[in-house]
């Protein structure tokens, strides 16, 4: 019964919101139509002044993953990340995270399917996803979508924030699940 409540919700809640907001807009006497369109002229700008940079970002990780770079950040810090108890599959999500989330999504769907969803690796992975940040998309995207050119403190704080959120993913990791 519940379930059927909320599928029924679920189904009928976009529509309805759009519905509201349409109704909204004639009773304020607001010209919907017309300013539908200048919201999408809008969108179409804003979207080709972001591409160049998502271009980027699409470039350097394909670089990243196809010259091996990652496949030989994983054989020199073997070491350091057996001590660490940190399994070598993540180290591509560590890398990757702050560049791409649908790059980090790829691996970590490649650690869940060759690991198994109720692994360590699986686990830790997530859960590096779950507590950073696209820093280097968010900053080419966001901030050139709005042209602003000097984000050094923005970088700076963006790329310690993913530290500190990898380093608690590997605490709390390892406190609830080792």
Do not use: N
């Given at each position: ?44 700008k ?40 940190i ?92």
């Amino acid at each position: 019964m519940l379930k059927d409540i909320i599928q029924t919700i679920s189904i009928w809640l976009i529509p309805g919101l759009i519905l509201i907001i349409l109704s909204y807009g004639i009773a304020k006497k607001v010209p919907v139509y017309e300013t539908f369109t200048e919201g999408a002229k809008s969108g179409i700008k804003v979207a080709m002044d972001v591409l160049p940079y998502l271009i980027a970002i699409i470039v350097a990780i394909s670089m990243l993953r196809e010259s091996g770079a990652i496949e030989l950040a994983q054989k020199f810090t073997a070491g350091i990340l057996d001590f660490l108890k940190i399994p070598i599959d993540v180290l591509p999500v560590m890398i990757v995270r702050s560049l791409s989330g649908s790059a980090t999504l790829g691996l970590l769907s490649d650690i869940v399917s060759k690991c198994g969803a109720d692994s360590y690796p699986a686990r830790l992975a997530a859960i590096m996803v779950g507590s950073s940040e696209t820093t280097f998309y968010v900053l080419s995207v966001y901030f050139g979508a709005v042209g602003i050119k000097k984000f050094r403190h923005a970088l700076i704080t963006g790329i310690l924030a993913d530290i500190v959120g990898i380093i608690a993913a590997i605490i709390v990791c390892r406190w609830f699940f080792l």
